[in-house]
């Protein structure tokens, strides 16, 4: 029994207790391991990241890399950020996990900021879900849209839309809201009442409705489908065909959000109000920590009992979001995104514009991708090697999501490593 009861707490019994000693593995004996143990869903290169420092990620073996993908645009503030870090450490210190059934100190607050900026964007008032995960959030986007539909307005409609290329996450409502084959095949029967149309196409949406839609869920700009950027009056106009037929707009915004396309939102830039959003991926700065904001009244369709999550909410994973949010505020990283994001943009023209294996270069933000004529996989592995990371999207996009917190200098860095990974692969030589 325990009889560290009264007054003194665990771990303050005399000094600071040391960490468990756990085995040590080398890079090629881990490989090994993943290689016998982890379902292969993964295509894990084989580097073993042990520290971090800013922008940069270090392996056990003391390579530096530079990191333009940021754990797919999670790692907002970069690796080991010191005042991420000092609010963790404290806050593991004292209390990790409360279920929902109690308050903890962090919850309401952090709705409170989620809700202020919300209100700031849209003038209206709204209310958070705090989830684990960007699939969460989109599960619990439908669960609210459809419940608003049935049991506030009173009459079902199931219906939802979402476009081709997209990408909502890989659990049953999120991966059938994900319109691409490769993400669904084998895994039928899909979640019914789910209908696709086109991104960017107005027509193409309007043609799939009837009375039986309840929403469009939609990313502001497509991350995974490859970096599309929508085109101008597109998100105008889909908002009045929502409002026409009374349907909700929901807008995904898991990898756009928290200032990445340079607004804290990046429905910001499109002049409109959605009906519900969620967030995920740099909310937590690497902690998971996903959150849905809805207007009032399509917020209280939650009523008590109708949705949960465990770890949702809890105490680490919200004083994470907060001291975030707080790190945003005090240095500027949503204006410093935007001009840093338009620098990285133009030397990406500057750099790609012109070669031969050059289809596009686009972007918002700290959110670019570069198309290329050529399999984007053996340019990321060459960049790689050259220690830089980055990640593919779509079919041939090599794509860039920094930190937010790099530099012009990194910027420069990364895209002369890109460059000459491209010319490598791409170019005959
Ligand atoms: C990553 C992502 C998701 C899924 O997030 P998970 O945390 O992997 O479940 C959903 N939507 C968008 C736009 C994303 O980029």
Excluded at 189 to 216: C, H, K, M, Q, W
């Amino acid at each position: 029994m325990d009889t560290r009861t009264n007054g003194q707490k665990q771990g303050q019994t005399g000094g600071k207790p040391e960490a468990i000693v756990l085995a040590p593995h080398s890079t090629a004996e881990i490989a090994a391991l993943a290689e016998r143990y982890l379902t292969p869903n993964y295509r894990n290169a084989p580097i073993v990241f042990v520290d971090g420092d800013g922008p940069w990620g270090i392996t056990q073996d003391g390579e530096r890399f530079l990191d333009f993908s940021a754990g797919v645009a999670v790692n907002g503030l970069g690796h080991n950020h010191p005042d991420l870090v000092a609010a963790l450490q404290d806050q593991t210190q004292k209390l990790i996990h409360q279920s929902n059934y109690w308050h903890n100190a962090h919850a309401a607050p952090l709705a409170e900021d989620l809700c202020r900026e919300f209100q700031r964007a849209t003038g209206q008032a709204a209310r958070a879900f705090f989830c684990n995960s960007g699939a969460e959030g989109t599960e619990a986007t439908v669960k609210m849209a459809r419940r608003y539909h049935a049991k506030v307005l009173g009459k079902p409609r199931p219906g939802v839309i979402t476009v081709h290329g997209s990408f909502h996450g890989r659990t049953y409502a999120a991966m059938t809201a994900t319109a691409q084959p490769k993400y669904q095949e084998g895994f039928e029967p899909l979640v019914p009442g789910f209908r696709y149309g086109e991104f960017g196409d107005l027509a193409s949406i309007a043609a799939l409705i009837d009375d039986t839609v309840g929403a469009v869920m939609i990313e502001v700009v497509q991350g995974e489908g490859g970096v599309a950027v929508p085109p101008p009056g597109f998100f105008k106009g889909l908002r009045q065909l929502c409002d026409d037929h009374g349907i909700l707009l929901c807008l995904d915004e898991v990898q756009t959000g928290l200032g990445r396309t340079g607004t804290f939102f990046a429905f910001e830039q499109e002049g409109i109000v959605p009906d519900i959003i969620w967030l995920a991926k740099a909310l937590g700065g690497g902690i998971p920590v996903g959150a849905v904001l809805a207007r009032e009244p399509v917020a209280m369709a939650l009523v008590a009992g109708s949705h949960a999550t465990t770890f949702g909410a809890n105490a680490l994973a919200m004083r994470a979001g907060r001291t975030v949010l707080a790190i945003f505020a005090r240095d500027g990283l949503v204006a410093h995104t935007a001009e840093v994001g338009a620098y990285l943009l133009q030397a990406l023209h500057a750099a790609f514009d012109g070669q031969p294996y050059t289809l596009d270069v686009r972007g918002r933000g700290l959110m670019c991708g570069v198309a290329i004529d050529g399999d984007p996989k053996k340019v990321v592995d060459a960049a790689r090697d050259r220690g830089l990371l980055l990640s593919v999207a779509g079919t041939n996009v090599l794509r860039l999501t920094p930190p937010l917190i790099v530099t012009r200098e990194h910027c420069d860095l990364a895209v002369a490593k890109l460059r000459a990974s491209a010319d490598s692969v791409l170019l005959p030589n």
